[in-house]
């Protein structure tokens, strides 16, 4: 299986962006997703997370409110609809999976994820 992330770019604080996860191979139903970011000089954090089922999701202190994941299994597409961004935001944001056949779980631990898909810049200016 391979993920594929974008829509990652530069934008004002206030602004905001979507970020795709692109799942190859096989359907969202077998893989729990998470979304991961790393800012400069910081370790990387677990920002949002969905289960296989679609049904569960976690969400960061952080970007709670802020941030919002949503699939569509039409598109074997998970998105990270990211608002009201502001200069902490800025990181390389990276999606992950692990295979659970439409389980109801997610996972905020980097070595709980099998598969990472490439980087995204994210860059927030004030």
């Known amino acids: 299986v391979q993920l594929q992330a974008s829509g990652g770019g530069s934008v004002q604080a206030g602004g905001s962006l979507r970020l795709a996860c692109r799942v190859f191979d096989f359907t969202l139903d077998y893989y729990a997703i998470g979304w991961f970011r790393q800012a400069p000089g910081k370790e990387r954090e677990a920002i949002s997370a969905i289960s296989s089922n679609g049904e569960n999701t976690f969400y960061a202190d952080s970007v709670r409110g802020r941030f919002t994941t949503s699939r569509d299994d039409a598109k074997n597409t998970v998105y990270l609809q990211m608002n009201d961004l502001n200069a902490e935001d800025t990181a390389v944001y990276s999606c992950?999976?692990?295979?659970?056949?439409?389980?109801?779980?997610?996972?905020?631990?980097?070595?709980?994820?099998?598969?990472w898909g490439q980087g995204t810049l994210v860059t927030v200016s004030s």
């Open positions: 992950a999976g692990t295979i659970e056949y439409k389980g109801s779980s997610y996972y905020t631990e980097t070595d709980e994820y099998r598969v």
